[in-house]
């Protein structure tokens, strides 16, 4: 053996000697030095030298000859043949295709999609063969010897490998179904049905990938698993043969065979894939195409656990993307809005427990690096369960990529700094080995090999030093077990509901000298642990609170947000007040939590809560009683008073805009959750915190419009009107803000320009998504003619248009019609005629009037219940559109102001508005009480269920923790009586509203 070789690690030294006299007759005498180094290096030199004295023997001379110029090949084929007998194949085959690698200088980049279908369009046009399936096995196996390559030489990572596999595989999916799509529809036409307008359109077909593929974490040897869909059932069009009519659903079936034929025929470099359609909605038992509208009623009636929880790696792969869009969409609330996301927990714990039989089933120990207990499955089962538990109210931790989801996990605290870590480099250690056993048999494969000099290989191509030369073998096994002891705890600690780990010794803590708090508390007791160390006074002080067992998620994730630096502890430590505070929000409500958690520095919001009567819950600066407000005391909104502080860009004000703003929901929200003395004082908050938001949107917009030297609103007679529950003065949270942008008529051409890009550059502060967050959501669709109609409107246009063509629900929502920001005087003008032309419209008696037109309107009006009930199919518990909701007693309330000519001033709300026409005699003492009560308990438990989730909603909650907190709330604030539900109270509610209104109306 030549003395370059000696020290290379042969295993059968006399086998290699032989080999390498036959490479040495056949390349050139310069690449024997870097052949030696190369062998060296390589974890199976043997099996590589073997290899590469098949590949001199058959490659034509100019093949080895090129090797001398191109001498990156030789390194290629001596990598491809230490890791892959199946990729060998190939390289033997295509002697060419290694220097072709070594010529490309582009070989290290990371592919996309895209880049692929470049790809294959040349090689399509090079490498023609009408074979489809044989012509992508080919493109196949080319792109994963060079995804190999780059893998083995590490110049990819972990996740960079799997996106390129995952890219692949989609692109050979898009191939084989447009090829199939093409041939179908040559035979039957193309599938087609009738869309809402009668026109006839093509019915899209989708194939939405699952597993590992849908995760873009393929492996080497993966199935990928397909779910085939379509949007709607009709027939085809016909084609070129006879009866060529079919329906949809027998086309799109035959399209998911021919597809899926197409992948896994065997050719003769072996299938495509392995397709596995079994995940598809009622398994083996279901039609290979489903369509959207079945598939997304099977996920919401009869899926099981599993098959929701497997949708979290769904993604689309293939065909019409927009069909994929909405399935993912419409199936979201049921992965991740389930109420028993705990019991799925458990039921892949008891799944989990059956696995570790089938290991030991040959009667001793088998390594699977899947399978085995802190395995891979372990890894994404953990991860899934966390999504779930916490995706509903945090849709950030969402990913199909378990990796990706870890670190998301992390980044919102539901997962430690050291567990994140130990996960991750778990995964990417026990996912290499299980590539590195893959590409040594080129099919899905987890199991190491028992044969003691394959566990070598493996260790080797692993990266695994051997403690000892005699300790090769039992190298990789020992560090697995390593790896499987810390996935097995971290598991058993943050799922296994027996298992209570010791998480408070992750929190040794000195705050006085050091900080190294993990922020991943594991469970309620180990706060309280970490707590009693720390801070014994907040560990009182949460124990005094009585907390309900539902909150405690909330207030751990309050506290880890406190751990997470040494200068939030503090304060949170020396603030034992505004700790209270926060319980208080947290405990009551998911989103307060929420907001809490994200930003807990605006704790000290919580200050603006202050004591009324000797109690806490109040919000500085809100009127003592509602009802003792003066019908005509409508405040102007101010901006807030940095607005014009100098040498601010708009960047910067949009971003102090979003932090006042939820800094002041934060203090608003925790005032409503500690007790609710009038809904409409609270509701008179919300609504002045929206309108000085508006005002100060605009305060901004102004000044970036016509410079900040012009700080004066007055200038131009131009203002902004809220209508809907900001111009009634009952705003809450999480609502729209409906703006209507008016300016006078006789503006020039340049000065209307210029309030129309003040108005649009004022919803643009509003609504526009920072990295702080929006503020408000703007909908400007009640202006005349709606979304077609100019965004700046003038008086005498508005006016014309409320007087003659608008409709009975517009006109009824500009009697509710607010200035909250522009010029004042030219609102104060604008307002009265608004209203002046609201009420002439639907004036006067229905018999009496001798106007033809005119005595049918207030049918009109009394047509409107009827339709919305027809027209808005809701729950019976909604609070506001049901029969007896709150439009019904707004309905009736405008109806007798538009009938008896009721002018109030702007900013009035209803119970004011019930209050005047009581005091005119048109409605009955009992009447107006019973309205009273009746809007103030549906605006209640509206208010509750937007306080609770940070959102509104359909009706009450009907189950979970957001229907107990909603539950809390309305009998922390007197909603209900003792022994009452509130479905019920709200049942009775809704039936005297009811008749109320009926017995207001139809008197009329």
């Known amino acids: 053996m030549r003395r370059e070789f000696s020290q290379v690690p042969f295993e059968d030294r006399a086998s290699a000697e032989v080999n390498l006299t036959r490479v040495e007759e056949r390349i050139p005498a310069g690449l024997l030095v870097p052949l030696a180094s190369l062998l060296g290096e390589s974890p199976d030199p043997d099996g590589a030298l073997d290899q590469l004295e098949r590949y001199v023997q058959s490659a034509p001379a100019e093949a080895l000859t090129a090797l001398w110029r191109h001498p990156t090949a030789l390194t290629y084929l001596v990598a491809i043949f230490g890791h892959s007998r199946f990729l060998a194949e190939t390289l033997l085959a295509e002697p060419g295709l290694a220097v072709q690698f070594a010529r490309d200088r582009n070989f290290t980049k990371l592919k996309s999609k895209e880049d692929l279908f470049q790809d294959f369009a040349r090689f399509n046009t090079t490498n023609p063969d009408p074979w489809l399936s044989a012509q992508l096995a080919r493109f196949k196996r080319r792109n994963y010897i060079r995804i190999v390559l780059k893998d083995v030489l590490r110049l990819s990572t972990l996740g960079e490998t799997a996106l390129e596999l995952s890219a692949l595989a989609d692109l050979i999916l898009h191939e084989a179904l447009r090829f199939c799509d093409s041939e179908l529809a040559k035979r039957y036409g193309h599938p087609q049905y009738r869309d809402d307008e009668g026109r006839i359109a093509r019915s899209g077909f989708a194939v939405a990938s699952l597993g590992k593929l849908g ?3 393929l492996n080497y040897g993966s199935d990928i698993d397909l779910i085939f869909l379509y949007a709607k059932d009709g027939e085809t069009s016909g084609g070129s043969e006879p009866d060529s009519v079919i329906s949809s659903k027998e086309y799109f079936v035959r399209l998911a065979h021919a597809v899926a034929r197409t992948v896994t025929q065997s050719t003769p470099q072996g299938e495509v894939f392995r397709v596995d359609l079994g995940l598809r909605p009622e398994g083996e038992q279901g039609e290979l195409a489903i369509s959207l509208s079945s598939a997304l009623a099977y996920y919401e009636h009869r899926a099981r656990d599993a098959e929701l929880q497997m949708l979290i790696k769904a993604r689309h792969s293939a065909g019409d993307a927009r069909l994929t869009r909405d399935f993912l969409r419409g199936v979201e609330p049921f992965v991740y809005g389930s109420p028993m996301d705990v019991e799925a927990v458990e039921s892949v714990l008891r799944s989990r427990a059956r696995v570790p039989n089938k290991l030991a089933a040959g009667g001793e120990e088998v390594l699977d690096v899947k399978l085995h207990r802190g395995g891979i499955r372990d890894i994404e089962s953990l991860t899934q369960c966390l999504q779930r538990l916490h995706g509903q109210a945090d849709a950030w931790v969402r990913s199909g990529s378990t990796l990706l989801a870890l670190r998301k996990l992390n980044d919102k605290g539901w997962l430690s700094d050291c567990d994140c870590a130990d996960l991750t480099t778990a995964y990417e250690f026990l996912r290499k080995v299980e590539h590195r056993i893959q590409l040594e048999v080129g099919h899905e494969i987890h199991r190491l090999p028992s044969d003691p000099h394959a ?8 990266g695994i030093e051997p403690r000892s030369t005699g300790d090769e073998d039992k190298a990789l096994a020992r560090k697995l077990h390593e790896v499987f002891r810390r996935v097995e705890e971290i598991y058993q600690r943050l799922i296994h509901r027996g298992a209570r780990a010791q998480a408070a010794a992750a929190f040794e803590l000195t705050p006085q000298t050091s900080w190294t708090v993990e922020r991943g508390l594991h469970s309620f007791e180990s706060l309280l642990a970490v707590l009693d160390t720390q801070a014994p006074s907040l560990a009182a002080l949460v124990r005094q609170a009585r907390l309900p067992e539902r909150s405690r998620r909330n207030v751990m994730r309050l506290f880890t947000a406190f751990f997470s630096s040494a200068e939030r502890f503090h304060q949170a430590r020396h603030n034992p007040a505004l700790v209270r505070r926060a319980l208080e929000a947290v405990s009551a409500s998911d989103y307060l939590a929420e907001l809490l958690s994200h930003h807990p520095e605006d704790i000290g919001a919580l200050d603006r809560l202050t004591s009324s009567s000797g109690g806490e819950g109040r919000w500085a600066g809100a009127p003592d009683n509602q009802m003792e407000m003066a019908i005509d005391s409508a405040v102007w909104p101010e901006p807030f008073s940095w607005i014009r502080e100098p040498g601010l860009r708009l960047g910067d004000h949009m971003a102090l805009l979003r932090h006042e703003f939820r800094s002041r929901v934060l203090a608003q929200g925790a005032a409503d959750a500690a007790g609710l003395g009038s809904i409409f004082t609270a509701l008179y908050g919300w609504s002045a915190l929206a309108a000085r938001a508006v005002s100060s949107a605009f305060a901004i917009a102004r000044g970036e ?13 131009f203002v902004v009107l809220a209508l809907g529950r900001l111009g009634l003065n009952e705003f809450d949270l999480a609502c729209d803000v409906d703006l209507v942008f008016v300016a006078d008529g006789g503006l020039s051409p340049e000065e209307a320009t210029l309030v129309t890009s003040l108005a649009s550059r004022t919803i643009e502060v509003l609504s526009s998504y920072t990295r702080e967050g929006s503020v408000l959501a703007v909908d400007t669709r009640l202006r005349p003619q709606g979304q077609g109609g100019e965004l700046v409107v003038t008086e005498e246009a ?25 010029d004042r005087e030219f609102a104060g003008r604008l307002v009265k005629r608004v209203t002046q032309s609201c009420i002439s419209r639907f004036a006067g008696n229905p018999v009496a009037d001798p106007e033809p037109s005119r005595r049918a309107l207030p049918t009109k ?16 518990s909604n609070t506001k559109t049901a029969p007896g909701g709150y439009y019904d007693v707004d309905f009736a309330v405008s109806y007798l102001r538009l009938r008896h000519q009721v002018a ?4 009035t709300n209803i119970v004011r508005q019930i209050g005047a026409l009581r005091s005119l005699g048109l409605v009955a003492e009992g009447d107006a009480k019973a309205l009273e009560r009746g809007a103030a308990f549906l605006r209640s438990v509206d208010h509750a269920i937007r306080l609770t989730t940070g959102r509104a909603a359909e ?10 907190s909603v539950d809390a709330l309305a009998r922390c604030w007197n909603l209900v009586a003792e022994g009452e539900s509130l479905p019920a109270r709200l049942r009775g509610v809704q039936q005297q509203m009811r008749s109320v209104c009926r017995r207001l109306v139809g008197s009329e």
Request: avoid cysteine; proline fraction near 13%; charged fraction near 25%.
């Open 455 to 462: 566990l070598k290989r493996l260790g080797r191509r692993v």
């Open 798 to 822: 508005l006016r014309n248009y409320l007087h003659s063509s608008a409709g009975v629900w517009e006109v009824m929502a500009y009697l509710k019609a607010w200035p909250v920001a522009g």
């Open 215 to 217: 995760a873009n974490e």
């Open 705 to 717: 419009v016509q410079g900040p030297a012009q700080t004066e609103p007055r200038d131009l007679p």
């Open 955 to 964: 009706g009450l909650p009907e189950h979970g923790g957001d229907a107990d």
């Open 861 to 876: 009006l009394l047509e409107m219940p009827g339709r919305l009930e027809k027209e808005a199919l809701v729950p019976p």
């Open 904 to 907: 109030l001033p702007p900013g």
